[in-house]
């Protein structure tokens, strides 16, 4: 490859002076080895919290996502990103290449742009035989780089679970889904920029220019399809400021700063050499190992997909036997968009059960999700997409890492741990919103060791001794998984 296509290039050394990265730079300053961390929950903020980002970069915006879908969500963040191009910002966006929707020639016209570098994660080369290429390579495209990180200036990031989707900020027709992220500000961030060179200027990073061929467009031709999407979105249906102009917004980003808990913090990550081989580099599984071992009194989980294998159940059980409450919140078959990684969660049940672990499923019809959908989504299913955890009311964590085997073994994974008693507060109050009756199932063992879900509908408890709210075929379809010799894939 030439190497004008695919230079090697990193993050600011020094954080720049003026705008929002100056502010964030003297707030620091004022504060030696901490940095900034502020919850984002719902999908209002997480969606201005990221145009916020976009619209006050100066610099640098770099963006790293494992889906960034051509839909509504992710083509307007596309503008506000392009625009900041537009005023001299160099932009890098590196996405995995596993659920690229976009054209090859489509994003080749972006990454046209001065300013702009696109690059695909770990591509398949037969572009128009995707499924025969995946088939052939298996081995090497069964990796992917599942991490979520938006980073303005090296001075401001979002990280966690969101992809950029419209199912992600609550927008879809069929399926939104709850998720959890955080802005973090401060010595850390750069810390994230240091995880995005790594994969930026891996060889598994491919500019998407040597990928297209001829296939290309002109941006304006990408921002004349932004502006016709904006202009069909009817006002009453969308809950999100349209217009980088208006009132909300600009009141948005005048608060940005004030939001933010001063404390330590670590990045959590799988190097890029840990996901070429399992036995190097640094890998979030091994980290999170040793804080789960130091609990003392708390464990909670709130995972989109828990499968734990034999060692995990273990840990569990010498946390319970220590006294330690441990309770976790993942999908129900129901609630799931993934059921192949619900069979592995079903398989090992009972096991986790009979482990002492208070354990809940997210119903289909979740209060704590659908209070926090657009008009479009009140019809829709809900789905847990959250990765976060905390740790006797001090330690919290929020970030891409699923509690299965492929997180743990194959993919790439971010995320932030915090050790702060006033965040984990606040991410233990979310935790507790998604566990309550109106918004999951408790399950549980009877005494002839019969799992059984539990709920309350209109008032009154109801016992399921099924997975509720599913179909006979389902149900076939998830233990026909569980039998097949897939789970260190899930």
């Given at each position: 490859?030439?190497?004008?296509?695919?230079?090697?290039?990193?993050?600011?050394?020094?954080?720049?002076?003026?705008?929002?990265?100056?502010?964030?730079?003297?707030?620091?300053?004022?504060?030696?080895?901490l940095s900034g961390f502020a919850m984002i929950p719902g999908n209002r903020e997480a969606f201005t919290d990221r145009v916020a980002l976009a619209d006050a970069a100066r610099e640098t915006l770099d963006v790293q996502y494992y889906i960034w879908s051509p839909d509504t969500i992710g083509n307007l963040l596309a503008d506000h990103?392009?625009?900041?191009?537009?005023?001299?910002?160099?932009?890098?966006?590196?996405?995995?290449?596993?659920?690229?929707?976009?054209?090859?020639?489509?994003?080749?016209?972006?990454?046209?742009?001065?300013?702009?570098?696109?690059?695909?994660?770990?591509?398949?080369r037969f572009r128009t035989l995707r499924k025969v290429d995946l088939v052939i390579n298996f081995r090497r495209l069964n990796h992917r780089m599942h991490n979520k990180v938006m980073i303005m200036d090296n001075a401001c990031a979002v990280v966690g679970g969101r992809n950029i989707a419209n199912e992600y900020f609550g927008l879809?027709?069929?399926?939104?889904?709850?998720?959890?992220?955080?802005?973090?500000?401060?010595?850390?961030?750069?810390?994230?920029?240091?995880?995005?060179?790594?994969?930026?200027?891996?060889?598994?990073?491919?500019?998407?220019?040597?990928?297209?061929?001829?296939?290309?467009?002109?941006?304006?031709?990408?921002?004349?399809?932004?502006?016709?999407?904006?202009?069909?979105?009817?006002?009453?249906?969308?809950?999100?400021?349209?217009?980088?102009?208006?009132?909300?917004?600009?009141?948005?980003?005048?608060?940005?700063?004030?939001?933010?808990?001063?404390?330590?913090?670590?990045?959590?990550?799988?190097?890029?050499?840990?996901?070429?081989?399992?036995?190097?580099?640094?890998?979030?599984?091994?980290?999170?190992?040793?804080?789960?071992?130091?609990?003392?009194?708390?464990?909670?989980?709130?995972?989109?997909?828990?499968?734990?294998?034999?060692?995990?159940?273990?840990?569990?059980?010498?946390?319970?036997?220590?006294?330690?409450?441990?309770?976790?919140?993942?999908?129900?078959?129901?609630?799931?968009?993934?059921?192949?990684?619900?069979?592995?969660?079903?398989?090992?049940?009972?096991?986790?059960?009979?482990?002492?672990?208070?354990?809940?499923?997210?119903?289909?019809?979740?209060?704590?999700?659908?209070?926090?959908?657009?008009?479009r989504g009140r019809q829709a299913k809900t789905g847990l997409h959250t990765k976060a955890f905390v740790i006797d009311d001090r330690k919290a964590f929020v970030g891409s890492y699923n509690f299965d085997p492929r997180s743990a073994d194959i993919n790439s994974e971010i995320g932030l741990l915090v050790d702060s008693p006033a965040?984990?507060?606040?991410?233990?109050?979310?935790?507790?919103?998604?566990?309550?009756?109106?918004?999951?199932?408790?399950?549980?063992?009877?005494?002839?060791?019969?799992?059984?879900?539990?709920?309350?509908?209109?008032?009154?408890?109801?016992?399921?001794?099924?997975?509720?709210?599913?179909?006979?075929?389902?149900?076939?379809?998830?233990?026909?998984?569980?039998?097949?010799?897939?789970?260190?894939?899930?």
């Amino acid at each position: 490859m030439a190497p004008d296509l695919k230079p090697e290039t990193s993050a600011l050394a020094t954080v720049p002076d003026r705008g929002f990265a100056g502010e964030i730079k003297r707030m620091a300053a004022a504060r030696p080895g901490l940095s900034g961390f502020a919850m984002i929950p719902g999908n209002r903020e997480a969606f201005t919290d990221r145009v916020a980002l976009a619209d006050a970069a100066r610099e640098t915006l770099d963006v790293q996502y494992y889906i960034w879908s051509p839909d509504t969500i992710g083509n307007l963040l596309a503008d506000h990103v392009i625009r900041a191009a537009e005023r001299g910002v160099r932009v890098r966006f590196l996405i995995d290449d596993l659920n690229v929707k976009t054209p090859d020639g489509a994003m080749a016209a972006i990454a046209a742009h001065p300013n702009i570098e696109v690059r695909l994660f770990n591509p398949e080369r037969f572009r128009t035989l995707r499924k025969v290429d995946l088939v052939i390579n298996f081995r090497r495209l069964n990796h992917r780089m599942h991490n979520k990180v938006m980073i303005m200036d090296n001075a401001c990031a979002v990280v966690g679970g969101r992809n950029i989707a419209n199912e992600y900020f609550g927008l879809h027709e069929r399926h939104n889904m709850r998720d959890l992220d955080i802005v973090a500000a401060g010595p850390v961030v750069k810390e994230v920029s240091a995880v995005f060179d790594e994969f930026w200027n891996s060889e598994a990073a491919v500019p998407v220019q040597a990928l297209a061929g001829k296939r290309r467009k002109t941006v304006e031709d990408f921002q004349s399809a932004v502006a016709r999407l904006r202009d069909s979105i009817e006002p009453g249906s969308y809950p999100y400021p349209l217009d980088p102009d208006v009132e909300d917004l600009l009141t948005h980003r005048a608060a940005f700063g004030k939001r933010f808990i001063w404390a330590k913090g670590e990045v959590l990550y799988d190097s890029y050499d840990s996901i070429l081989t399992r036995n190097e580099g640094v890998t979030v599984a091994k980290r999170l190992g040793q804080e789960f071992a130091k609990a003392s009194r708390s464990l909670e989980i709130e995972a989109a997909y828990f499968v734990i294998r034999k060692p995990g159940r273990e840990l569990g059980r010498q946390l319970l036997d220590r006294g330690v409450k441990v309770r976790v919140l993942t999908n129900s078959l129901a609630s799931t968009n993934q059921p192949t990684a619900q069979s592995g969660h079903a398989k090992h049940r009972r096991e986790v059960l009979e482990t002492g672990v208070e354990l809940y499923e997210l119903r289909p019809d979740s209060a704590a999700v659908f209070a926090d959908v657009s008009p479009r989504g009140r019809q829709a299913k809900t789905g847990l997409h959250t990765k976060a955890f905390v740790i006797d009311d001090r330690k919290a964590f929020v970030g891409s890492y699923n509690f299965d085997p492929r997180s743990a073994d194959i993919n790439s994974e971010i995320g932030l741990l915090v050790d702060s008693p006033a965040f984990a507060r606040q991410v233990s109050a979310f935790l507790d919103r998604g566990v309550v009756a109106d918004s999951a199932y408790r399950v549980t063992l009877e005494e002839g060791r019969r799992v059984q879900w539990e709920t309350v509908v209109e008032g009154r408890s109801v016992t399921w001794d099924k997975p509720p709210e599913t179909t006979f075929f389902e149900r076939f379809k998830m233990g026909v998984y569980s039998r097949l010799p897939i789970e260190s894939q899930l």
